[in-house]
């Protein structure tokens, strides 16, 4: 799985209890609880939104640098699999 062009997952630290749900929901373990302090390696991200899903807070958006080059990006991997006229 990669990541969609810029797209990244974003914490509002305001909103976040540190209650570590996300941690336990990331697949790919980029996640972590310090100090009740959620921390993301942005490395590890894989831009799935799951963790944005579980949040009990709405703590976690995913956001898009240029929407256009996202939608690139996907018709591009559409196109890879299936053949469009
Ligand atoms: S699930 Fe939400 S509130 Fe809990 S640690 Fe993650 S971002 Fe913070
Ligand atoms: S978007 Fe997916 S891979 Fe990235 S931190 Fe959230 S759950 Fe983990």
Request: glycine content about 8%; aromatic content about 2%; proline content about 1%.
């Amino acid at each position: 799985m990669v990541r969609l062009k810029g797209l990244r997952a974003v914490t509002s630290f305001a909103a976040c209890n540190g209650c570590g749900l996300c941690v336990d929901n990331c697949f790919t373990r980029a996640l972590s609880v310090h100090e009740g302090k959620l921390l993301r390696n942005d490395s590890r991200c894989k831009g799935c939104g799951r963790c944005a899903a579980v949040c009990p807070e709405k703590a976690i958006t995913l956001e898009v640098d240029d929407v256009a080059e996202a939608v690139k990006d996907i018709m591009g991997r559409i196109e890879q699999r299936v053949s469009i006229d």
